[in-house]
Nanobody, 123 residues
Framework: QVQLVESGGGLVQTGGSLRLSCAAS????????MGWFRQAPGQERVFVAA????????VYADSVKGRFSISRDSAKNTMYLQMNSLKPEDTAAYYC????????????????WGQGTQVTVSS
């Protein structure tokens, strides 16, 4: 019984920034590692970034490394994705996801998913 809700998406120009939020509710103690995924129209959903349950470990897709930063505030049950130097290829629906108990950045399935928030980067 975990719900994830993304927010913060929008339309920005190339080089701009956005900060996405993912609010967790319900039995939030069940959520361990969390991550962000994105999906462009007609394409598969791909991994963007992940963060450990403690918030001390992170991993990024090569396509966003150095531009995006993932963080979480466990006290607020909220995860964030700071996106800087945005490019048109970053345009996609961004999804928040969480792993179940004992999940880590490297192991475990993402079983909790948000509904997505649209990010559009114009040229």
């Amino acid at each position: 019984q975990v719900q994830l809700v993304e927010s913060g998406g929008g339309l920005v120009q190339t080089g701009g920034s956005l900060r996405l939020s993912c609010a967790a509710s319900g039995r939030t103690s069940l959520v361990s590692a969390m991550g962000w995924f994105r999906q462009a129209p007609g394409q598969e959903r791909v991994f963007v970034a992940a963060i450990s349950a403690s918030g001390t470990g992170t991993v990024y897709a090569d396509s966003v490394k150095g531009r995006f930063s993932i963080s979480r505030d466990s006290a607020k049950n909220t995860m964030y994705l700071q996106m800087n130097s945005l490019k048109p290829e970053d345009t996609a629906a961004y999804y928040c996801a969480g792993k179940g108990p004992w999940g880590t950045v490297s192991n475990g399935d993402y079983i909790y998913w948000g509904q997505g928030t649209q990010v559009t980067v114009s040229s």
